[in-house]
């Protein structure tokens, strides 16, 4: 009786402990599929809309001097991106996006897809609509997203220190009210203004070479002696004399 009674106990023990372990399991899945969940591994030659979100992420880690296309085409540049991310987190860097690839995505990301160390809110002080720019709000949306992402490969590769964003997207109200060019990359949502904190002007400036931006402006560079500003213009230009860029 009392052996057949402790079996019993064992079994419920053991029946909570399964439960447990599935909710648990559950609860991670869905963490991931609350943003987005690949559902494929891929490597060169791979096309479509997960490769896309691929890009996105990995966006951060094209090589000094280049810039990732978001383009859905996974080919020597996609791959290269993805063996410098796997690289700068400890995996094996095979350029091949499988399982550990895409779970150390899902760490970093929330569940509006934004990395974990930054946020809508923080790339958006004017408005919380993303409207009245140069482009859609969605674009503009869309444009600091993929902003953020570079953000979090900078922060990374300095030592994962705060990065202090201060200033994103501006609506042509928000941009005439602080004195902004007519021109401005916070028009589009594809810009970041960097305060110093950890690290100064010159060091962001210089490690942003590294992480996608073909925009750096900062310390030298004619009303950017307190900030350093990074964007995605269609084609090079860094100045940041002071800092020798």
Same mark, same amino acid.
């Given at each position: 009786?009392?052996?057949? &009674?402790?079996?019993? !106990? ?8 399964? +439960? ?41 880690? /094209? ?21 410098? %991310? ?14 550990? &690839? %895409? ?9 509006? @897809?934004? /990395?974990?160390? %930054?946020?809508?809110?923080? !790339? ?8 009245? +720019? ?27 220190? /705060? ?10 109200? @928000? ?11 916070? !028009? ?9 904190? /950890? ?13 996608? %931006? ?15 500003? !990074? ?15």
């Amino acid at each position: 009786m009392l052996r057949r &009674t402790a079996r019993l !106990l064992l079994s419920i023990v053991m029946l909570a402990a399964i +439960g447990f372990a599935g909710t648990a399991a559950t609860a991670g899945a869905a963490r991931a599929d609350s943003c987005y969940t690949w559902p494929r591994t891929l490597s060169q030659g791979a096309s479509g809309s997960d490769v896309a979100q691929l890009q996105i992420r990995v966006a951060g880690y /094209p090589g000094t001097g280049a810039v990732l296309a978001i383009d859905g085409s996974y080919g020597p540049a996609t791959a290269a991106a993805v063996r410098r %991310f796997q690289a700068a987190y400890g995996l094996a860097a095979d350029g091949v996006a499988g399982s550990a &690839t %895409f779970g150390k995505i899902y760490q970093l990301q929330d569940g509006d @897809c934004t /990395p974990s160390h %930054f946020s809508y809110a923080e !790339l958006n002080r004017c408005n919380s609509t993303w409207s009245g +720019g140069a482009v859609s709000a969605a674009t503009a949306r869309s444009n600091a997203l993929r902003t953020m992402w570079k953000l979090e490969a900078l922060r990374h590769a300095l030592g994962d220190q /705060p990065i202090r964003v201060t200033s994103g997207f501006r609506s042509k109200t @928000c941009n005439s009210a602080v004195g902004g060019a007519s021109n401005s990359r916070h !028009l589009y949502g594809d810009a970041a203004d960097l305060g110093s904190g /950890p690290h100064s002007l010159c060091t962001l400036a210089r490690a942003a070479r590294n992480h996608g %931006f073909n925009g750096i402006l900062g310390p030298g560079y004619p009303g950017h002696g307190d900030h350093t500003h !990074l964007d995605h213009r269609a084609s090079r230009y860094w100045s940041a004399s002071a800092c020798g860029i």
